[in-house]
């Protein structure tokens, strides 16, 4: 990493409102994530991730009301002068009924309600809250926004074009070694001539040049490309649609040496040259 100072982001606001879901976006998006942190801590925080991962390092916490008096400190000042860090409050509201609802979907106690109602919390939330609202870089209303609309506001101030990219890793793998437990698609090979059985091929794996144009000359091996990877980018649009950032693509074959090691090979370079993110593991390669 670089030498330029990474940002400081303050995720407050009311609860309920989507504060664990904008920390989550911002995980996804790189950012060093703290929940329920003491402002008054913040800048020992930062300080840490300085030390161990450097001053670019872009960082996030989530305060709020279960802070208590603590609290204060957040509205009365900003870390640009103890941490070094260009810094943003970005606070999450919504009207009292969306609160309400979402608080007796999950069932959940206000912090502050004590023996009243809900409302009573909210109110009170309120109170203390006001002036920090004031002073808020970003306010976002998530009023009527589900999980991914709010992702996509989160990703859009705040992730870079990089960041905002599907992360993609195809991994191919021997299903006599079982399927990989994370994969989102899973695309059998062994319908594939199997190198194994070609004497000057067997020592070889999908990665040597002999064995990928063995594999991909085979009758069937372009056409299947050639269909599945329409699917993949139609799928990875979705993903990003959703809010998804992650995909999985388990490519298999028996061993996990030749037919698997070569199509994933293949379908992470289409993959790249169609604009994603990818990366290519081989889970079993080496184990025969």
Not at 49 to 64: F, L, T
Not at 179 to 185: E, G, Q, Y
Not at 220 to 229: I, K, Q, V, W
Request: glycine share 10%; charged share 25%.
């Amino acid at each position: 990493m670089g030498d330029q100072p990474g940002e400081l982001v303050i995720i407050t606001g009311m609860t309920g409102a989507g504060r664990s879901t904008a920390a989550k976006e911002l995980e996804d998006l790189g950012y060093f994530v703290v929940d329920n942190l003491p402002p008054t801590l913040v800048p020992d925080v930062v300080a840490m991730v300085d030390a161990e991962r450097g001053v670019s390092q872009p960082v996030a916490v989530v305060v709020d009301v279960r802070s208590g008096t603590f609290f204060e400190d957040l509205a009365s000042q900003r870390y640009e002068g103890s941490t070094g860090r260009p810094t943003t409050i970005v606070y999450l509201e919504a009207t009292d009924d969306e609160l309400v609802r979402r608080q007796e979907a999950v069932r959940r106690p206000h912090p502050l309600q004590g023996a009243g109602r809900l409302l009573d919390g909210l109110e009170r939330e309120r109170v203390v809250l006001r002036k920090l609202r004031g002073r808020a870089d970003l306010l976002i209303d998530t009023t009527g926004l589900n999980v991914h609309q709010l992702t996509h506001r989160i990703a859009s101030h705040f992730g870079s074009v990089e960041a905002r990219k599907l992360k993609v890793t195809v991994i191919s793998f021997g299903f006599k070694y079982g399927i990989p437990v994370d994969a989102d698609f899973v695309a059998d090979m062994r319908f594939l001539p199997n190198p194994h059985w070609v004497p000057e091929l067997r020592p070889h794996t999908g990665r040597d040049a002999d064995v990928a144009e063995y594999v991909r000359s085979q009758p069937g091996a372009e056409p299947f490309l050639d269909a599945y990877l329409p699917v993949l980018q139609l799928v990875a649009d979705g993903f990003l649609n959703e809010g998804k950032r992650f995909m999985t693509v388990a490519v298999g074959c028996t061993g996990g040496k030749h037919r698997s090691v070569a199509m994933a090979e293949e379908i992470a370079r289409r993959l790249a040259d169609a604009g994603l993110d990818v990366r290519s593991v081989h889970r079993d390669l080496g184990r025969e």
